[in-house]
């Protein structure tokens, strides 16, 4: 017992160091000229974090070889929609898009500006107020959402889970998997297959929650935040998988290495029922941002040309902001210290409930170190 949690929470640790480096190698990428000495500290740091992400503790790899559903000639089409919450909340307004096959879409914005609602809408889980919503006969969707899997009433085992939406999985080469099959392609060997899905840990969940939408074969792919929670072996191959992916897909992230890989198109939604339709990266789109930009006819983002500049504006890290990442940068090293007494303390407890208890305190004290690491980034872009 006290093995696996240790194991769980060195994955987690990876994983988060993972996430980090993909930031930081973005950044260390965007400096070709020689460093500066307020650079040093986060140079040092990106080598630390680059020797935690490279640990591994499960060379076992997560295949993917579906074969899609057929898509037809009609995928999905918005014609005006229009979605209100009360007057004063606009998600879409005249809103229009054809998807196409092969439409490889990143959404992006702030918090509560309707990404979900969204993604919703495009699958007929929310009603619109008017406009048209047009879905394809052969249109199959897939769709992992960051509720996490839904639960049947009756708690089942793993494999009776998988095997009620299919026995078996077909593959591009014309052959099969069962469902113990593709299971053990997610690493659920055959002691999981048959635990209850009740027992399963989060990422196990997870795992679950992601297999089982692609088990249903989708052609239609919709992810919200796939990169949040999935362990370090899946994520891998799922990215490779979605680069080679003949449906139409859509992710929600702000993994910015992620969608870098990934999507090659964006919907930025800015609010109040404006969506930006941009052709490009997710690097690009944040190039563009930086220099001040028009909107043509058809609301796709150009930079503007140097003779339309009046003023350009330097974004500069204020005396408090400093202050506040010096002080994450004293934090986090608290917080990594706590964890490893923590485990200390994991290696010689006997108790059940102390060591779920300490588990979990674990978990917490990731996630705030995660939150940390993030603002550091962003006070870190405004310092340089």
Known sequence: MNKAIREENLLSTIDKAQNLYRKELDWMRRQPKARTTKSKSRIDAFFNTEATAKQTIDTKKVMLDMQMTRLGGKVLEMQKVDKYFGEKLT???????????GDKIGIIGKNGVGKTTFLNILQGLETIDSGKREVGETIVFGYYTQKG???????KRVIEYVKDIAEFFPLSNGKELSASQFLKRFLFNDDLQYQYISKLSGGEKKRL?????????????????PTNDLDLPTLTI???????YKGCLIIISHDRYFMNRVVNHLFVFKGNGVIVDFIGTYNEYIDSEKTPTIENNNNTI???KKEEIVVLKTQKISYKQKQEKEKIEITIPLLQEKIENITKQLEVEKNFEVIKNLGEEISQINKEIEALEIKWLELSELAE
């Not at 998600?91 to 096959?101: A, E, K």
């Not at 899997?149 to 708690?155: F, G, R, S, T, Y």
């Not at 799922?238 to 080679?244: A, H």
């Open 91 to 101: 998600i879409l307004d005249q809103y229009s898009y054809v998807f196409q096959r």
């Open 149 to 155: 899997l839904v639960l049947p009433k009756e708690d």
């Open 209 to 225: 929650h992601l297999l089982s939408e692609l088990f249903k074969n989708p052609n239609f792919l919709i992810l919200d935040e």
């Open 238 to 244: 799922l990215e490779d998988f979605l680069i080679n």
């Open 302 to 304: 150009k930079p503007i």
